[in-house]
């Protein structure tokens, strides 16, 4: 990923953080899809990456683009639309070479740390939450078992769990300190992460196999 990709990223992220998520405004939906916008038009021009990536970052936007148009009641929408991008993400990061049965403990007690709270809170949102809860456990472990496996991969899937996270937290149990500045930081962490790592398994499976085992 050049400099100026990861320039105009992080800028326009801080951007929207300091300026966007407290209040929406009209047209802050656009300011709130500028990062990943960054990051597809990157992911378009470089060849021999997952034809699934672009359509996850796709659908992430639209997620963006329903709950900062009206985050009561597109909830769902939202939420709908997030679950379908993380589903391609899970394809993107075909093949899977390997699994470890003991990777699921540590997220299954993550899982369990942050429904307990929020349970009661969920009433007719219960089967949409845990639904999502699923798919973006069985993205974040993939990142563990996909052939593309990398720091990046792995760090995007953790952080997208922190977000989401936040977020859940945030809605149905309680407001939580400056949430909405974390909700949105770990999420742009975690495209950025996901995207960079998609680029980096692409750019070492291209090196001979001399290069790959040498020391970085």
């Known amino acids: 990923m050049s400099v100026w990709s990861s320039l105009s990223f992080v800028v326009l992220a801080s951007v929207y953080l300091l300026f966007g998520h407290s209040s929406e405004f009209a047209g802050s939906f656009l300011v709130k899809i ?20 672009p359509v996850a970052l796709l659908l992430s936007m639209l ?4 709950l900062a148009l009206d985050g ?10 997030f679950l379908c991008s993380h589903l391609a993400y899970l394809q993107a990061m075909r093949p899977w070479l390997r699994f470890r049965a003991w ?19 969920l009433g007719a949102m219960t089967l949409p939450v845990l639904a999502y809860m699923a798919v973006i456990l ?7 078992c996909s052939s593309a496996r ?17 977020l859940g937290l945030n809605k149905f149990w309680q407001p ?22 998609f680029l980096q398994a692409r750019e070492q499976s291209s ?5 790959q085992s040498s020391p970085k």
């Open 207 to 211: 090196l001979p196999a001399d290069d």
């Open 72 to 81: 009561k009641n597109l909830f769902v929408y939202g939420l709908a639309a």
């Open 103 to 121: 990777w699921l403990l540590p997220y299954a007690g993550v899982a369990a740390l942050v429904m307990t709270p929020m349970w009661p809170g």
């Open 150 to 166: 990398n720091p990046w991969l792995i760090a995007g899937g953790l952080l997208f769990i922190s977000s989401d996270s936040l």
């Open 63 to 66: 997620g963006d683009v329903l």
């Open 138 to 144: 069985a993205m974040s472990v993939s990142t563990w």
């Open 34 to 53: 500028l990062p990943l916008l960054v990051l597809l038009v990157l992911v378009l021009r470089q060849p021999d990456l997952p034809r699934f990536l």
């Open 176 to 197: 939580l300190p400056a949430a909405g500045v974390w909700i949105m930081l770990t999420y742009y962490a975690a495209q950025y992460a996901l995207v960079r790592g």
